[in-house]
Every structure is written in structure tokens, then in C-alpha cells.
């Protein structure tokens, strides 16, 4: 297991503008970035690591794959420290970034990497049997020998998964995936991903503005916010921690706004009511309660209702909950 065990990181930021005076460190400002959190990234399993922009993602990952060094707790991998000896983190720890970036665009893919792969001392025979094994796992056999300039955005991104694996790490750091990916590309990019994970028992942490990734995907989800876990739990646990009433979507034929929410308010059950973008209406409450709202609006000939069903909350929707409450 990868882990974090009450990891800081703090940074010290000049007080002033000053480009011609020497600052020390009692004339910096010091800057908390992560605080105290705690992360775990078991094998086989997938983790999400969510938050707005600036709430810590990278620096984490930045943490975990020993580009930094906490100020202060310690990441663990297996029990051990992975900065006591970082070459040998390096070998089992590896980082995938979504774009284009990270790639030699002048070299073809087995070029890019033969490269790579010489970086983590891989000797030549060795290495040749991993590239056509991470190839092959990619489907870029075909293209191995053409310049990386020629491929398409899904190809590169293929690499990009190729050049993570070439070192057999155990655990991967996933950073934006499938950024600018179109929907067919990001499809098989993500059966790419739950096949390292379930079939070739890899730890891994995804960050990822796409929602529904994060839902499909992830085993459990850490919601990072400046720099704390605000919320932790599977994707159907923190839905249910946010959003635990029953939802009731109404779409109306005509309606009269006051009217629908002189009905609501009348109700003898405690709801709550939120008018969508679409004009629709959503209802949440503890329980069913599309009887009783048919039966208060029957009597307002200006509400004519035109479908009504019970909608399951979406991650999305608790989120933009907790976002709500707390912006």
C-alpha cells in the first residue's frame, strides 16, 4: 500500500517584491499548502483525488511520486519511507499526465521509449521484451516506428500509459488522464485504466475534473479542499453523506411559480425545492412523495404537469452541494 500519514507541506514566500534585496527566511512569509492529510492507495484498487482548482492535487502527487518532500509527516510505501531511498521509489512508482506533454515528438514511440526505459537502468534485452509487452497492451504495435509528431491525440495518450508502465510500478499516479480526449478515445483510455488496476493489480490515484470518471472508476474518493480531506469515502457512500433524501424531478406543461410553491409549502412532509436551469423542478425529501405533490397540484388549474419521476443524486450533484455550502 502507498500512503500518507499526516503529511504537510509548507512553502516561504517573499513578503515583499524586492529583486535587489536578500531575503532570509525570518523576512519570508511561510505558506501552508497541504495540512496534516491522511491518503491511502491500496493495490488492485483505484483512488480519486478531487478538488478545485489550488486545493493541493499536484503538490500531492508531487509528494508521492518524490518530486517533493513533505515538511512534515511521512508517505509510506509497503511500511517504508519511499524518500529513504528514492531510487528505489522511483523504480515502483511511476506518473501518467494527460495532454500531449512528457514525449519526444521527433522520435518514434518505441524510441521514446527506449529512452525512458534506459532512465530506470533496464538492461537492453530486457527492456526490448517490456516495450513490445507495454505496446501490445496499448494496441501501438502497428505504430511503433512512426515519429510521435504523426500520431493523433489518442495515440500519444496511448504512449503515455506505455511510457508509465515501463518500469512495472506498482502503483501509479494518474494526473488528468483524458484531458482533451474525445468521448471515444476517453472511453478506452478508461479500460486501459480499470485493467491496471484489476487485472494487473495497480495502485492507483486519479485526479480528474471529468465527474463521471471519478464514478465509474474509483474504489474511493478523497475531496481535497485547501489543503484538508474535507470528505473521504466510495463515490455511493459520500452521495448518500450529502444527498440522502429522495429526489423528485417535475417537468411541467404550463405552470404557474407561485402556485407550484404554494403546493410545496403546504405539504405536510418536510421538502426541500430547487428550481433547475430547465424550468424543471426537483423536490428532496425523506420520502416518496409524488402522491401527495399530484394530488396538492390537482387543484391549481394553472399547473399541468407534464412527467414526474424519482432521479438518483449524482456525484456531481453532491458535490456542487458541498461546493454550495461552503463558497
Not at 455511493?236 to 429526489?247: A, C, D, G, M, T
Not at 407550484?260 to 428532496?284: A, G, M, R
Amino acid at each position: 500500500m502507498l500512503e500518507m500519514r499526516q503529511v504537510y507541506k509548507s512553502y516561504y514566500e517573499n513578503s515583499e517584491k524586492n529583486f535587489f534585496k536578500r531575503l532570509f527566511r525570518n523576512d519570508k512569509q511561510k505558506k501552508d499548502v497541504i495540512k496534516g492529510i491522511d491518503i491511502q492507495i491500496p493495490k488492485g484498487k483505484i483512488v480519486g483525488l478531487l478538488g478545485i482548482n489550488g486545493a493541493g492535487k499536484t503538490t500531492t502527487i508531487r509528494m508521492l511520486s518524490t518530486l517533493l518532500t513533505p515538511s512534515d509527516g511521512e508517505i509510506l510505501m509497503d511500511g517504508i519511507n519511499i524518500n529513504n531511498d528514492e531510487k528505489v521509489t522511483k523504480k515502483r512508482i511511476n506518473v501518467i499526465s494527460g495532454g500531449e506533454r512528457n514525449l519526444y515528438w521527433r522520435l518514434t514511440g518505441r524510441e521514446n521509449l527506449e529512452y525512458f526505459g534506459s532512465l530506470y537502468g533496464i538492461d537492453k534485452k530486457g527492456l526490448s521484451n517490456k516495450i513490445d509487452e507495454c505496446l501490445r497492451l496499448v494496441k501501438l504495435e502497428d505504430s511503433s516506428d512512426i515519429p510521435v509528431e504523426k500520431y493523433s491525440k489518442g495515440m500519444k495518450q496511448r504512449l503515455q500509459i506505455a511510457k508509465g508502465l515501463i518500469n512495472n510500478p506498482d502503483y501509479i499516479l494518474l494526473d488528468e488522464p483524458t484531458l482533451g480526449l474525445d468521448i471515444i478515445i476517453a472511453k478506452e483510455l478508461r479500460h486501459y485504466i480499470l485493467k491496471l488496476a484489476k487485472e494487473l493489480n495497480k495502485g492507483i490515484l486519479l485526479t480528474t475534473h471529468y465527474l463521471k470518471e471519478i464514478e465509474e472508476l474509483c474504489d474511493y474518493i478523497y475531496l481535497l479542499d485547501n489543503g484538508k480531506i474535507l470528505k473521504e469515502g466510495s463515490p455511493y457512500e459520500i452521495v448518500k453523506s450529502v444527498s440522502p433524501e429522495k429526489l423528485v424531478k417535475v417537468e411541467f406543461g404550463k405552470k404557474d411559480k407561485k402556485d407550484v410553491e404554494n403546493v410545496v409549502n403546504k405539504l405536510e412532509i418536510p421538502v426541500k425545492c430547487v428550481w433547475n436551469n430547465d424550468e424543471s423542478f426537483t423536490l428532496k425529501s425523506g420520502k416518496n412523495i409524488i402522491q401527495e405533490f399530484i394530488s396538492a397540484c390537482s387543484n391549481y388549474n394553472s399547473i399541468s404537469i407534464e412527467s414526474i419521476s424519482i432521479v438518483e443524486p449524482s456525484l456531481e450533484d453532491s458535490l456542487m452541494e458541498i461546493w454550495h455550502d461552503k463558497y
